[in-house]
């Protein structure tokens, strides 16, 4: 994974957490919070799907193929561990 790739699915990862917690308030972590988390999903949902084979290393990595893949890897991934990271919260505050 080349850095252009890395930095993209960085910021979506963010997006995607802030997006995440925008529409799910329960499982909101500040916004701090759900960018901080957001960026850990978006880089590891970008390395696990270039693993699968599911995202290609593109030709410099700046082709509109590889961006999108890295930005729907990264936004999905970054909203995923934010919304997993909320409900975990939320069930050791009941406990």
Request: proline residues 0%; hydrophobic residues 50%.
């Amino acid at each position: 994974m080349d850095i252009m790739s890395l930095i993209i699915s960085l910021i979506s990862g963010a997006v995607g957490g802030n997006v995440a917690g925008a529409a799910l308030k329960d499982q909101s972590l500040g916004t701090l919070g759900n960018s901080l988390v957001g960026i850990l999903g978006g880089g590891t949902g970008s390395v696990i799907l270039k693993a699968l084979g599911m995202l290609s290393a593109g030709g410099g990595g700046l082709d509109l193929g590889t961006v999108l893949g890295n930005i729907a890897g990264g936004g999905v991934g970054g909203g995923l561990l934010m919304v997993l990271i909320g409900i975990l919260k939320n069930v050791l505050a009941k406990a």
